[in-house]
Nanobody, 122 residues
Framework: VQLQASGGGLVQAGGSLRLSCAAS????????MAWFRQVPGKEREFVAV????????YYADSVKGRFTISRDNAKNTVYLQMILLKPEDTAVYHC????????????????WGQGTLVTVSS
């Protein structure tokens, strides 16, 4: 099983980035896909999740209206489009997969990617 996240980088406040996470080694369409983020010294926090078929996205309040999660089951890839970025969005962003689950509970996620660093400068 592999989840390979990419697309992070350094961006100024107000800018945008698009993260991608390519999955392999499991039946992608059977898994809810989510993004979490973590700042050193803090707990990993939920950002967004999308259901198995691509509907019903759900977001943390802190990113609602600015981030959009999507998936392409033909490409086994999940995306996170981020706009109007703020310095407080700075974190390592991890994609995660949960079988037959698409919610914010971190304990339900079986597979994790290594993360991609997003740095937003003020």
């Amino acid at each position: 099983v592999q989840l390979q996240a990419s697309g992070g980088g350094l961006v100024q406040a107000g800018g945008s980035l698009r993260l991608s996470c390519a999955a392999s080694g499991f039946t992608f369409s059977n898994y809810g896909m989510a993004w979490f983020r973590q700042v050193p010294g803090k707990e990993r926090e939920f950002v967004a999740v999308i259901s198995l078929g691509g509907g019903a996205p759900y977001y943390a309040d802190s990113v609602k209206g600015r981030f959009t999660i999507s998936r392409d089951n033909a490409k086994n890839t999940v995306y996170l489009q981020m706009i109007l970025l703020k310095p407080e969005d700075t974190a390592v962003y991890h994609c995660a997969a949960a079988q037959y689950y698409s919610g914010p509970s971190i304990d339900r996620y079986n597979y994790w990617g290594q993360g991609t660093l997003v740095t937003v400068s003020s």
